[in-house]
Structure formats: structure tokens, C-alpha cells
């Protein structure tokens, strides 16, 4: 019964994130969920309380989503100063893989995907979602990047730049896939970034 409740829940998380991509956040209402669920209003209401309910185990997942991710690459985690310690003796093949990971997760991933697209929508219209779309695509990546190349280069003046000059064309390439009709093409662009900062980064 247990398992049966979970994966109701799950099943309505999934598609009202669904909803939120297309029309928004503020533009989807509890009744459009449970007419998209085709159930009652009540019988939706049994599961969550409130659209606000909804949005906060959505955000649960996503963040339960990325702290596997993290395990499983083996990435640092943490306050800036322990990513960048930890950091310090990391190649960069290891950045250059989880990017990949990260990308194809905010792109190819149904639900992590319909998240971002719901962030960018709303960004504009709700301070919540703004916050949110800077903590995970942003402020947040570039930060982070930050504190990884700190601990590569040694050099805190030198990370900030690099970092921008990282993540900035991979923040780019999120639009350019949204629109592509060769989603591989924009991965290979992906990849072609990646391997051409790399060249770089041991030229300098």
C-alpha cells in the first residue's frame, strides 16, 4: 500500500512539472493537475495539500537527484572552502566528465529537464523561482566551477575568469539544444568546448 502511495505521488510530481514547463508555474492551477492526472480535486488534494506542497517535493527530488550525482562521480561537496581543498589534486577530465553528466541531466532527463524549463519561465514573474534558477543554473554552476578551478590553479584572481570562461558557452548551449533540431550536434559542441579549454588551460 506503502509503495502504491509513493508511486502516486511520484506520478503526480512528474506530471504537474510537465504543466509547469508549458504554461508555468503561476499559470497552472490545481485543477489543471488533476484534470491532467484525470482525477478529482479532492482526490488530488488527498496526496498534496497545495500547489506550494507540490513545488517543494519536486525541489525535494531535484536536490536528492543531484546529490547521487555528486556520489557517483565523485565530486566534491560542501562549503566552497572543501570543494576547493579537495579539488586541489583533481585532473580536469573529472570536471569535463560531470559537466557532461550535468548537461545531459538539464537536458535529456524528462524531469530535470521540465524543472529548467519551468525556472526559466518563471524566473521573470516569481522571486522564488528566480532564487531558484540562480542556485541551480546560474550563480550556483558558476560558483562552484569557481572554487574547483581555486583549487587547481592555486589562484583565487585567475578562477573567477576561468570559471566564466567555462561555464559561460556550456550556459549558452542549454538555450542553443532547447531549439536544435540535432540535439547531438549541440552536444558535440559540448564536447568540443570542453577539449578546446582544456588545450588552453595547459597552454597557459
Not at 478529482?40 to 513545488?55: D, F, M, P, R, V
Not at 537527484?65 to 565530486?75: F, G, N, T
Not at 585532473?91 to 553528466?101: E, L, M, N, R, Y
Request: proline fraction near 2%.
Amino acid at each position: 500500500m506503502e509503495s502504491k502511495e509513493k508511486n502516486t505521488k511520484e506520478k503526480i510530481l512528474e506530471e504537474a512539472l510537465k504543466l509547469f514547463a508549458q504554461s508555468g508555474y503561476i499559470g497552472t492551477s490545481m485543477n489543471d493537475i488533476a484534470s491532467k492526472l484525470g482525477v478529482t480535486k479532492a482526490a488530488l488534494y488527498k496526496h498534496y495539500k497545495s500547489k506550494q506542497e507540490i513545488l517543494d517535493s519536486i525541489i525535494e527530488k531535484m536536490n536528492e537527484l543531484d546529490i547521487k550525482r555528486v556520489k557517483q562521480y565523485e565530486m566534491p561537496e560542501g562549503d566552497l572552502e572543501k570543494v576547493t581543498a579537495e579539488y586541489k589534486e583533481t585532473a580536469f577530465d573529472k570536471i569535463k566528465q560531470f559537466t557532461k553528466v550535468q548537461f545531459l541531466h538539464w537536458t535529456e532527463e524528462e524531469f530535470s529537464s521540465c524543472f529548467r524549463k519551468m525556472l526559466t519561465l518563471e524566473q521573470y514573474r516569481e522571486p522564488q523561482m528566480a532564487q531558484l534558477y540562480q542556485n541551480y543554473l546560474a550563480s550556483g554552476p558558476l560558483t562552484y566551477m569557481e572554487a574547483l578551478f581555486s583549487g587547481m590553479l592555486g589562484d583565487e584572481g585567475k578562477a573567477r575568469q576561468t570559471a566564466l570562461n567555462f561555464y559561460g558557452p556550456i550556459f549558452l548551449l542549454y538555450s542553443i539544444y532547447d531549439g536544435a533540431e540535432d540535439k547531438s550536434h549541440v552536444i558535440k559542441l559540448l564536447e568540443e568546448h570542453m577539449d578546446h579549454f582544456l588545450q588552453e588551460m595547459q597552454i597557459s
